[in-house]
């Protein structure tokens, strides 16, 4: 009986300590993912995963959805998948259960950075302190967990020649994040997924592995829907081209999404492509779009928000049998020798309106809270509401059409970026009716629609010296690449130059000369704040 009591116990020690058993770590090398335990190479076999039928809420989180995990990952596991991507989360919520459920099914987590109301607006982009704010505090809450396998700081943020600046921020986006998970001790990969649009896509692969390296994308991911149907091939749908695109690439190249719907049911023939030898040997694999059957029509089953019943369909099977065939042929990390070659960065041009050489400033709270010191007109209350938001909005237009406000505006194609560009929409508001109260001899402090007020005696004297401060992951303080005018405190005065307000962009925040190049760096207030709607980022 004692030789039996402990026996079981063993037994039970031994389960637990395999049940805890962390997956392995995958690394990069090269254009190549490998398992840095094994040395074998990691091909991705994901689904894209954000059910959202029957979900009432602010905030879609299926991995905070316990039911829904324990439902699902049972079918992961039948699926044969070893990775889903997660665009949307609440970071503020407990995601041990699911995240050790699928660690326990050997599965590894993607997840995008951004979120519908923090992510980089491809039409009017921006990158400040509160939206890096957001997602390193989703960096924090998910980096405990050892099935993390990468982060996508942007999904199709640029989809045309006219977005083309907002992949500036996104860059830039990418290298503070980098900066934030070495300064925690984490090499977590961050990348990009692209909408694969033919007028702008090899600039987009060229401008993230160009440049400093700290600065780069650490994987490129692409979205494609080309090939439709069985009687598509490699050729005619235009895998071919893109897998041509990336054979020199010196990252890694995922397809973050796949899976075309115009033939249903989808039977997935790009599978034998993606796993073979037509692009085996340049892409990592790839993740298909998507579990959850929505209004797009393009799941494998049919779920629903706090619901354990699960309704397969037809492209469930058919995925689930190009899984098991996909076969790709791996190589050893120490066998593998990395090849290509760096891209060159893109020139600004007619189909790109960046200046690659430089990047938007990394944000620091610091120096817009001393930039906002140093106002001797300013809004009552930090925070607008969406009236106001429209009205400042409205008149931030105005005063910047009239004066310079370079010190809020960029040009991307000049590579020109305001000193307190990277602060957030409220305060570069203040920043432009401060602007505006010291050129009028501080005779008036008004906005129309919002409530503002004078300070008599501005805590900072010299908004110079909030140059000085350090940036959110650490570095020194530094003036942007601003060419702008130098705005004094609120006792001081501000030069005007009326040279510059080619540059300073039109009521609405639009461009002028440059196309979308050149914009205040002052969203309308009343857009941000009602800002689901106005965000498009994930479906």
Not at 230 to 238: E, H, P, V
Not at 403 to 427: H, L, R
Request: with cysteine; hydrophobic share 30%.
């Amino acid at each position: 009986m004692k030789l039996s009591l402990l026996s079981a116990a063993s037994v039970g020690v031994l389960c637990a300590a395999m049940s805890a058993a962390a997956l392995d770590a995958i690394t990069i090398k090269g254009s190549k993912f490998f398992n840095s335990k094994t040395g074998d190479q990691f091909f991705f076999k994901g689904i894209a995963y954000q059910p959202r039928t029957g979900f009432k809420g602010e905030t879609m989180d299926p991995l905070a959805d316990t039911v829904g995990c324990k439902r699902d990952i049972e079918v992961f596991k039948d699926l044969g998948i070893n990775s889903i991507r997660v665009y949307e989360v609440d970071y503020t919520k407990n995601h041990d259960t699911c995240m050790k459920l699928l660690e326990d099914a050997g599965i590894y987590l993607v997840l995008d950075m951004p979120s519908p109301k923090y992510s980089i607006n491809r039409k009017q982009p921006y990158w400040d302190h509160d939206m890096m704010s957001h997602w390193t505090a989703k960096v924090d809450a998910f980096s405990k967990y050892k099935n993390l396998l990468a982060w996508i700081a942007g999904n199709e943020v640029a989809n045309d020649v006219e977005t083309t600046p907002s992949a500036a921020f996104v860059k830039a986006a990418i290298r503070d994040m980098k900066a934030y998970l070495k300064k925690k001790g984490l090499s977590t990969p961050v990348g990009y997924a692209d909408n694969d649009d033919m007028h702008i896509r090899m600039n987009l692969i060229n401008y993230f592995n160009c440049g400093d390296k700290d600065s780069r994308a650490d994987f490129y991911g692409v979205n494609i829907y080309r090939w439709c149907g069985d009687t598509a091939d490699f050729k005619t749908s235009g895998y071919e081209d893109v897998t041509k695109n990336m054979t020199d690439y010196t990252i890694p190249s995922v397809l973050t999404e796949y899976g075309c719907n115009l033939v249903r049911p989808r039977t997935f023939p790009e599978l034998k492509s993606l796993y073979g030898s037509d692009m085996g040997n340049t892409f990592s694999g790839g993740i298909m779009y998507e579990y959850s059957e929505e209004d797009n029509k393009y799941g494998i089953v049919k779920v629903n928000y706090g619901d354990s019943k699960v309704e397969k369909n037809d492209d469930y099977d058919n995925l689930k049998k190009a899984l098991k065939d996909a076969k790709p042929k791996t190589i050893k990390i120490g066998d593998y020798k990395p090849s290509g070659k760096d891209s060159v960065c893109p020139k600004p041009s007619d189909t790109w309106h960046v200046k690659s050489e430089v990047l938007p400033p990394t944000p620091s709270s610091a120096r817009c809270k001393c930039m906002m010191d140093s106002l001797g007109c300013t809004f009552k209350s930090e925070s607008l509401s969406a009236d106001e938001g429209k009205a400042v909005g409205e008149a931030v237009g105005h005063i910047c059409g009239q004066t310079s406000c370079s010190e809020i505006s960029y040009d991307t194609v000049k590579g020109n970026y305001g000193n307190f560009v990277a602060c957030d929409p409220t305060q570069r508001s203040a920043w432009a009716v401060n602007k505006n109260y010291l050129n009028q001899n501080k005779a008036k402090c008004e906005v129309k629609g919002a409530d503002t007020k004078t300070v008599s005696s501005p805590k900072q004297e010299d908004q110079a010296v909030c140059l000085k401060e350090k940036d959110d992951v650490g570095n020194a303080g530094s003036p942007s690449s601003n060419t702008g005018d130098s705005n004094s405190s609120g006792g001081g005065s501000s030069k005007t130059d009326s040279s510059d307000k080619e540059e300073s962009g039109s009521e609405s925040g639009s461009s002028s000369k440059n196309s979308s190049s050149t914009m205040l760096a002052v969203q309308p207030l009343a857009t941000l704040l009602a800002s689901a709607a106005a965000l498009f980022y994930l479906f």
